[in-house]
C-alpha cells in the first residue's frame, strides 16, 4: 500500500507474464511496434519513429505538461540478441506450433510403465513432472538456417504446407481451383530441437521412407546416453516423436551423465575458465589415466567433481600394470616342466572365483549404468586381489623355478584382467596384451567370458587367509620381530580343514618355520595370541615379547566385539524387527550373535593366557 501507485500496467503484446495475464482477464492485445522497431499504428503517438527516440520525446512531453513527478535510476536486467548486441523488445508475432497436449500421453506412459528406463531412476520423476504439466510448443525460429518451414504463401497470405514447392503449388490449385499469382515459402526455420526430435528414425529414413530396411533392422535403437539438462528438450520429444510417427519407442534406456564441476563446484565452462587443457593433462598423465580419472569420479547422473588428483591415481595404476607385466614376464625363463605339484594350487582356484565373481558382479553394474563402481571394482580386482595378493602367493622363491602350468594360468588371468579394463584404458591394456606374448588378435574384438557359478567356501578360504597374513605380520610389527625372523605358527580352529588348503601359503608369506593347526592346542608359551574370525593364532618366537601391547590390542578387540554382540541383540529382542523381517535377514543376524559370542571367547581365552 505504501509503495506505487495502485495501478497496475499491462501490455499483452509486450512481456511474456503480461501475456498470461491477459488471456485470463480477457484483455486486449496490441501490438505498438513494426518489425523495424518503429512505433506503428496501434500506438496512436510518435508512428513511424524509433523505439528509443519515443522514449526521451515521451519524458520530454510528460514534463513540459507538467505529468512527470520525478525521474530515478535503477538498475534492470535486459535482454540483448546474442548476434546483433541490441535490446530484445517482446513482441506479438505470427509463428507456428505444436499442440503437445495432443501427442505427449503415450511418451509419458512408456517412461511411467518403465518400457523406457531412465538410469539413474530419479529424473523419472522430473520427466513425468514435465510431460503431465506440457505447453504448447513453438517451433518456428527466425533465423536463416537450418530446416525452413515447408509453407507456402500466396499474395494473399492464404498458406498451404508441402514437402516442396511443386507439391504446394498442386495442392494449392487442389484447394483453390487455380494456381496463385505466387507462391512464396515461410523465411522461418524450424526449432533446431524439432530437428533433433526426428533423429532415432529419420536418420535411417523411417519417416521419408517408411519400412526401409534400415529402419527396420535398426529402429528402435538400445541406449541412448544424454545430459539431464535436456531431458525434455531432447529426451521427452524424441519420445514422443517415436511414438506419433513410428508408433514405437525410439530407444529402451536412457544414460544420464552428471555435470562436470570444479573443486569449488561450479560448473566447468569456457566463460570461467575453469576447464582443464585435456590435451595438456594427457601429455602430463597420458590418455589412458586421463579417463580413468574421470570415469572412476563420475557416479551415474550425479555432478562429478573434478579433481587432478584423480588422473595421478589413474598414472600409479598405470605404473602398477607395468610392474605386474615385468614382474610376470620375468618367470618366463624360469618354467619347469617336471609336472611338480606347488604350492600354487590353491591360489590358482582362489583367483579363478575371485575373477568370476568379478564377472557377474559386473554383469549387475553394468545392467543398472554403474559405470564408475565397474571401474572400482575392476581396480580393486587388479592392484589388490591380483598384484597385492595371488601374484605373490604364486611367485617362486630366490632363484626357484615356477611349474609350467602355473606360469600358463597367470597369463591367461592378467589376459582377461586387461580385457576387463580395456573399455576403461584401452591404450595401455592393448600394449600389454600384445607384450604377454606373441599374438593376432586384438583385445577390441574379443569376446568377454561370459559369467559362471563360483565356489563360495574356495573365496571365504582366500579371505580367511588374507586376513591371517595381514593378521601375523600386524602382530610381528608390532612386537618387533623382524620379516626374516622365523616363526612357529599354532592355529586353533574348530574346523581344521578350513587351514588345510592355505596353510602352505600361509607358511611361505609369514616366513613361518612351521604351522600346526586343530581344535584344541591350549596355550603356547612365549608366543603373541591373535584372532582372525574363529581362529586363535599362537605366533610362538624366540624373541622377548611386550605383553602389555598384547593385551592393549586384545582388550581393544574385547570392547568392539561387544558392541557390536550389543546391536545385534538389540535388534533380536525386538519383537517387531523378528515378526516383520525377512527370515533370511533375521538367520544372518542370527550368525552374526554366534559369530560375536565366538570371537569374544576367544579373546577372553587369550587374556587369560597372558595373565
Request: charged share 25%; net charge negative.
Amino acid at each position: 500500500m505504501d509503495f506505487g501507485t495502485g495501478a497496475l500496467k499491462v501490455t499483452p503484446a509486450h512481456d511474456s507474464n503480461d501475456y498470461q495475464l491477459g488471456q485470463k482477464h480477457g484483455l486486449d492485445v496490441i501490438d505498438v511496434f513494426n518489425d523495424d522497431g518503429t512505433l506503428s499504428e496501434e500506438a496512436g503517438l510518435y508512428v513511424g519513429k524509433d523505439r528509443f527516440e519515443v522514449r526521451k520525446l515521451i519524458a520530454k512531453e510528460l514534463e513540459e505538461k507538467g505529468f512527470l513527478e520525478k525521474t530515478e535510476s535503477y538498475n534492470s536486467e535486459v535482454g540483448y540478441s546474442e548476434r546483433t548486441d541490441v535490446v530484445v523488445e517482446p513482441r506479438l508475432s505470427l509463428q507456428w506450433w505444436v499442440d503437445m497436449k495432443k501427442i505427449s500421453e503415450p511418451a509419458l506412459q512408456a517412461v511411467a510403465n518403465e518400457d523406457i528406463k531412465f538410469y539413474p531412476g530419479k529424473f523419472k520423476n522430473l520427466y513425468r513432472h514435465w510431460m503431465e504439466n506440457i505447453k504448447d510448443w513453438c517451433i518456428s525460429r527466425q533465423l536463416w538456417w537450418g530446416h525452413r518451414i515447408p509453407a507456402w504463401y500466396d499474395e494473399s497470405g492464404n498458406v498451404v504446407v508441402a514437402p516442396d514447392h511443386a507439391s504446394a503449388l498442386e495442392q494449392y490449385k487442389r484447394s483453390h481451383g487455380k494456381a496463385p499469382a505466387s507462391l512464396q515459402q515461410d523465411e522461418d526455420c524450424l526449432d533446431t530441437w524439432f530437428s533433433s526430435w526426428l533423429w532415432p528414425f529419420e536418420v535411417f529414413k523411417g519417416y521419408s521412407q517408411p519400412g526401409n530396411k534400415e529402419i527396420q533392422y535398426y529402429y528402435p535403437t538400445n541406449t541412448l546416453v544424454t545430459a539431464p539438462e535436456i531431458i525434455f528438450f531432447w529426451v521427452a520429444r524424441m519420445i514422443m516423436a517415436g511414438c506419433e510417427f513410428q508408433q514405437q519407442i525410439p530407444f529402451r534406456q536412457v544414460y544420464f551423465t552428471g555435470i562436470v564441476r570444479d573443486k569449488q563446484g561450479r560448473k566447468m565452462s569456457k566463460s570461467l575458465g575453469n576447464s582443464p587443457d585435456l590435451l595438456a593433462l594427457i601429455d602430463q598423465y597420458g590418455a589412458d589415466a586421463v579417463r580413468f580419472g574421470i570415469m572412476i569420479a563420475s557416479p551415474a547422473g550425479n555432478d562429478l567433481l573434478w579433481d587432478e588428483s584423480t588422473n595421478e591415481q589413474g598414472l600409479h595404476f598405470n605404473n602398477k600394470i607395468w610392474n605386474a607385466l615385468k614382474l610376470v614376464k620375468s618367470w618366463e625363463q624360469r618354467q619347469s616342466h617336471d609336472g611338480a605339484v606347488t604350492t600354487s594350487v590353491f591360489a590358482i582356484e582362489w583367483f579363478e572365483n575371485r575373477l568370476c565373481e568379478v564377472r557377474s558382479a559386473l554383469e549387475d553394474l553394468y545392467g543398472e549404468y554403474k559405470l564408475s563402481e565397474a571401474l572400482k571394482t575392476i581396480y580393486s580386482l587388479i592392484w589388490d586381489d591380483f598384484c597385492s595378493w595371488y601374484l605373490e602367493w604364486v611367485k617362486p622363491g630366490f632363484e626357484q623355478p615356477l611349474p609350467a602350468a602355473t606360469y600358463e594360468k597367470t597369463v591367461s588371468f592378467f589376459e582377461e584382467l586387461l580385457q576387463l579394463l580395456h573399455p576403461f584404458m584401452p591404450f595401455i591394456t592393448e600394449e600389454v596384451f600384445h607384450q604377454l606374448k606373441d599374438r593376432k588378435d586384438d583385445l577390441t574384438i574379443r569376446p568377454l567370458p561370459a559369467p559362471g557359478a563360483c565356489n563360495a567356501s574356495t573365496l571365504s578360504a582366500g579371505e580367511l587367509l588374507k586376513q591371517m597374513i595381514s593378521s601375523v605380520r600386524d602382530a610381528r610389527n608390532k612386537n618387533q620381530i623382524k620379516p626374516k625372523d622365523p616363526v612357529k605358527l599354532h592355529i586353533e580352529s574348530e574346523t581344521p580343514s578350513l587351514i588345510e588348503p592355505i596353510a602352505s601359503i600361509l607358511t611361505k608369506q609369514v616366513n613361518a618355520l612351521s604351522i600346526r593347526y586343530e581344535k584344541n592346542i591350549g596355550t603356547i608359551a612365549n608366543s603373541i595370541t591373535v584372532v582372525v574370525g574363529k581362529q586363535k593364532i599362537f605366533i610362538e618366537t624366540t624373541a622377548p615379547l611386550d605383553t602389555t601391547s598384547q593385551k592393549e590390542k586384545l582388550l581393544k578387540d574385547l570392547d568392539y566385539q561387544k558392541g557390536f554382540l550389543a546391536s545385534v541383540e538389540k535388534k533380536l529382542s525386538n519383537e517387531r524387527f523378528v515378526q516383520n523381517a525377512n527370515p533370511n535377514v533375521i538367520e544372518i543376524e542370527r550368525k552374526k550373535q554366534a559369530d560375536a559370542l565366538t570371537k569374544i571367547r576367544l579373546i577372553e581365552e587369550s587374556l587369560r593366557s597372558l595373565e
